[in-house]
């Protein structure tokens, strides 16, 4: 079935879909991760995007129940190269055609993955429709300009969870808040408690916490810091998450009333949220780094990390404020990876060290968050 991707600046691309009929709008951005696409289909940080997958050949090890990263598939529609149908992996249990059908997503392919993302890298980030409903591509171009962007959208209140839930025994599971806050040195079960915001968390960040003997709560996004400190918590770890870092003042508000309280974490959006509690301006990006290899320094440890990354705004190191430092740097951009307030026992990284898909070199940084719990405690 023939599709027409059509971008906001008038060019156009055509491909087919593999998963019926159907029309798509969003930000289009590429992604260079070479495997784990059903972890980058259940990232809640691509709501609102259409990804473009640049390794030619994606569904060839299928989807299972255990790689998913949140409740859902959150991205807009799904661009390939090459669909293949014939899967082949002994954990697999459905094809990726299936999988985006039963989720209502476009599977889109036969198409010039390589020319989108040369597009995509000369002219940035923009807005696009595909559609195999409309054939005319001017009407689809006008409809890609009067679209809405990224840039002053709260999308995370759409991926954010309602419930408060632990994570026990591999899933999730909801609680209720105790009415009687418990001292922060008495741990439930033994274990640190960890206030997780949602800001469109993925699930092996809640692994990783519980695999070194936490217990992570996670609250929506619109809790309040009475709320989060209801539970005595012995940190705070702000999430990944969509859009536009600058259009979530009230995130920031709830994390700069945190701040000296508890020690804070923050990955990706949870990195630009805490810049911002810090007094930090965020700006977007021309394309962003959306992949499995971007190459980061450890100004600390003089260490190359290679990071999975997801987004498409970062924190404007010209205003970062007195006692705040820059940890990390992207060896491609030289842009900010990674902040400091020692003084505020926070911390945070615009990658993700929950190495889902990705790397296993910056897992360590869950490590140092516990240890400056440890610290901040004694």
Known sequence: MKALIAFEDGKVFEGKSFTGPGEAVGEVVFNTAMTGYQEVL???SYKGQIVTMTYPLIGNYGVNSQDIESSGIHLEAFVMREYEAEYSNWRAEKSLKDYLIENGKLGIHQVDTRAITRHIRLKGAMKAVISTEISDPEELVRRAKEAPGLEGRDLVKEVTTKNHYSWIEDRPVEIILPTKPSSPNQSINNKWRIACIDCGLKFNQLRLFVKRGVEPIVF???ASPEEILSISPHGCFVSNGPGDPAALQYIVDTVRSLLGKVPIFGICLGHQILGQALGANTYKLKFGH????????????GKIEITSQNHGFAVDERTLQDGVKVTHVNLNDNTVEGIEAKDLCAFSVQYH???????????????????????FWE
């Open 42 to 44: 259940t990232d809640p």
């Open 353 to 375: 060290p929950e190495n889902a898909p990705g790397p296993h070199d910056s897992e360590y940084l869950f490590d140092r968050f516990l240890q400056k719990i440890r610290t």
């Open 220 to 222: 929506p996004c619109t």
């Open 290 to 301: 959306h992949g499995a290899n971007q190459p980061v320094k450890d100004l600390e440890t």
